[in-house]
């Protein structure tokens, strides 16, 4: 009698350990199942972040205009409303800025203002040169390499040239192509208001015939060939 008691006992230990063995493989197996699962996500989210990454790059790479604009867009000035009796048709100054087309392609494009009565084509001209392209054209991708702090000192015209003097202002910050791009959009929109007068460019009161750190060399009277090695 006693021993079947007992042989029923080591039955029941065999049958608890077993459980409780089989319990923890259970539990083992979930916790390497999860371990796997966190892994694998890890790893598809950095695969996901660096793709974005390289497409990013890549996408900066292939949007980034160039430095420096070469070609010319022109753009007609607004059409003159019916003029009243004895009242002139308005005229428009015509402004060079820097424009970035959708392909990335920085130009030269032609913007126009409004000329008060009495005001002279030429200075107004350069004074709004230097404004730089208003709220709407800037959110068209208008703008301009000339730096904020550069002022007219005088516009000076006379029977046989005019003299257009800024402040020193105007000569300093950017690298090479910035100093290039500036002093185009300048020569640019002078030309078109004065074309048939020598144009002259004075910094500060002197005649700038080389500018900027760089040491850009500038030919005058300006013209379109100014900065060429002709």
């Known amino acids: 009698m006693g021993r079947p008691k007992k042989a029923n006992s080591k039955s029941k230990g065999n049958a608890s350990g077993g459980g409780s063995n089989n319990g923890g ?4 197996g979930g916790n390497s199942n999860a371990g796997k699962i ?3 996500v890890l790893i598809a989210a950095i695969i996901i972040f660096a793709k974005d990454g390289i497409i990013d790059k890549l996408g900066t790479e292939r949007q980034a205009p160039p430095t420096r604009a070469e070609k010319v867009e022109k753009a007609e000035p607004p059409k003159p409303q019916a003029a009243k009796k004895d009242e002139k048709p308005k ?9 970035v087309k959708d392909d990335g392609q920085n130009v030269f494009k032609q913007v126009h203002r ?3 009565v009495g005001e002279s084509k030429t200075s107004l001209a350069i004074k709004e040169l230097l404004k730089g392209p208003n709220s709407a054209e800037n959110n068209q991708k208008y703008y301009s390499e000339i730096p904020r702090g550069t002022k007219v000192l005088s516009v000076k015209e006379t029977a046989d040239k005019i003299i257009i003097d ?3 202002d105007f000569q300093y910050g950017g690298g090479a192509d910035s100093l290039y791009s500036r002093v185009q959009q300048l020569i640019k929109t002078a030309l078109a208001n004065s074309p048939k ?3 002259y460019l004075y910094l500060d009161g002197k005649q700038a015939d080389v500018i900027g750190g760089e040491g850009i060399m500038i030919k005058q009277p300006l013209s379109e060939k100014s900065l060429s090695d002709e």
Do not use: D, M, S, W
């Open 25 to 28: 493989g259970g539990q083992g």
């Open 38 to 40: 966190f892994v694998f």
């Open 91 to 99: 005229e428009y100054a015509t402004l060079y800025f820097l424009y």
């Open 114 to 116: 409004e000329i008060p």
């Open 166 to 168: 800024l402040n020193g």
């Open 197 to 199: 007068k020598p144009i």
